[in-house]
């Protein structure tokens, strides 16, 4: 009977379905980051992974689900990152330098998750740019409401709040793309990209909210008309 027992093969602990999709995910995420989503295979995905791919398969579907799967992980995990920190009680200042300041951390630590977030999604278009646009409405919004506690703490009159959801976006674009400079130049730090966003838009927008605003120069084009 003891010689029996030692014959037979050990049975391989079954992993809970939580923790092999997320071992699928990361593997995926990888994958789609190096290799881009078209060059990218099932099989490649399965070898990182360390399972079979009809597992693969069989836990997140197609590579087309897979991908859609892995944005919605990488934009929930970006967002809740920046959301988490934000605290209400802090003057607005405070708040979006810890939410930059968020931003460029998990960029930093997750530049697989931003390459396949911002450069393969871009370049693959429907249906997944589509689920980046809506997390980028929650950032934008989140900001944004940042920018109008910011400006009616000023006592800013009421026609300049709309003017937050612009710069609101502008600051999102402008976040997007440092982030995707940083990818090609890796030795800056999170903290060194996230004082420049913060140079960058708080400054400006400090003078805007002190009533100070740019007007482009008289010329030609801006001259009264001289009746004839």
Known sequence: ???????????????????RERQILDAATAVFSQRGYHAASMD???????????MVYAYLGSKEELFAAC???????LTESVGTVVDPNLAPEEQLWRGVLAFFTFVGEHRDSWNVL????TSEGHPFAQQIAEGRKR???????????????????????????????????AGESL??????????TAKAMALRLMNL???GFGT??????WHPPAGPADATPTPA
């Open 1 to 19: 009977m003891e010689t029996e027992q030692r014959g037979r093969p050990a049975r391989v602990k079954r992993l809970p379905r939580a923790v």
């Open 179 to 188: 982030a995707d400079w940083w990818l090609d130049h890796p030795d800056e």
């Open 208 to 213: 805007l909210v002190q009533g100070r605003t």
């Open 71 to 77: 944005i919605k992980r990488e934009a929930t995990r």
């Open 44 to 54: 490649e995905v399965a070898e990182v992974a360390a399972i079979s791919k009809p």
């Open 139 to 173: 950032v934008i919004a989140l900001i944004g409401a940042l920018l109008s506690q910011a400006a009616q703490a000023q006592g800013m009159p009421d026609y300049f709040v709309p003017e937050t959801k612009p710069i609101a976006a502008a600051l999102v674009g």
């Open 201 to 203: 838009v708080w400054l």
């Open 118 to 121: 911002h450069r393969q999604v």
